[in-house]
């Protein structure tokens, strides 16, 4: 069985730092020939913001007809899930976060409906990665960042120990990262560990 690979890119401007990051990740996972990948721009997916009516409490699912139709059973099925976000003002970028908030739906259904996000054979196999750059040097400037990150992938059944991260600071302009001294390498190493952690656990 193939491996799906679901990658979200979450920056609004298209090939940037943090995506380059992600594309090198996903440069690393590619010495393994069977995956499927599928990485998509959140800045096209067309999901819109979470509206807080609460009705996927009763519905289990959104209201909201959009781009999260078919998101939403990808990240099911998916066996890592990557997501990666520029920091801005301290805190993640508004496109990845409206993913995190239209998650919404899964933490409905597992908390509020009693209802399995994953089918429980497949709990603790999954793997998430998260990716961030950033402008300033500061040593705090991702931690605003990360609690949204550890929400989402809870919701989605993927514990705090499964999550990686690679996050560089430092890399303002866009392009910044190329020069970075151990981003590239880093983040294709990443890929390479990620990819050989799941092939152990869906052995």
Known sequence: MPIKVLAFAGSPRRHGNSETLLDWVLDGMTADKDLVIEKIALTDANINPCKGCNACEKLNKCVQRDGMDI?????????????????????????????????????SRKYVLKLPVVPS????????????????????????????????????????????????????????????PTAKTDAEKLGRD??????????
Do not use: T
């Open 194 to 203: 990620v990819i050989a952690e799941l092939r152990k656990r869906l052995a």
């Open 71 to 107: 998101y939403h059973n990808k990240i099911i099925e998916a066996d890592v899930i990557l997501l990666s976000s520029p920091i801005y003002c301290m805190g993640i970028a508004s496109q990845p976060k409206a993913l995190i908030d239209r998650a919404q739906v899964f933490r």
């Open 121 to 180: 054979e497949r709990k603790g196999k999954r793997l998430g990665v998260f990716l961030a750059s950033a402008g300033q040097n500061w040593d705090h400037v991702f931690e605003a960042a990360i609690p949204s990150v550890k929400c989402f992938y809870h919701v989605i059944d993927i514990k705090d120990a499964d999550i990686s991260y690679l996050m560089i600071n430092g890399v303002d302009e866009k392009g910044a990262i190329e020069h970075h």
